[in-house]
């Protein structure tokens, strides 16, 4: 998904999640790279003007959400 208004591209902010992901070194590494994709995000959201770019956001936050959820899932803590 792309806005070209303002170049946000939902498809490659995803990558860019994943890039970071598969450079991560062990648990907290990566939960450090989720928390601050989601702090940005989150950031941009709030400072977006129109309404496409918040649902283009929106849509980040989500995946984001998403993917820590299914992250933790799979990496207990203590365990």
Request: hydrophobic share 40%.
């Amino acid at each position: 998904m792309r806005n070209e208004r303002n170049g946000f591209d939902l498809d490659e902010r995803k990558r860019e999640l994943a890039a970071h992901l598969a450079r991560g070194d062990g648990f907290l590494d990566k939960f450090d790279i989720y928390v601050n994709h989601f702090d940005f995000a989150g950031d941009a959201f709030q400072s977006a003007d129109a309404e496409e770019d918040r649902h283009g956001i929106y849509l980040l936050l989500v995946h984001i959400n998403r993917e820590m959820k299914q992250f933790l899932n799979d990496n207990p803590i203590g365990s």
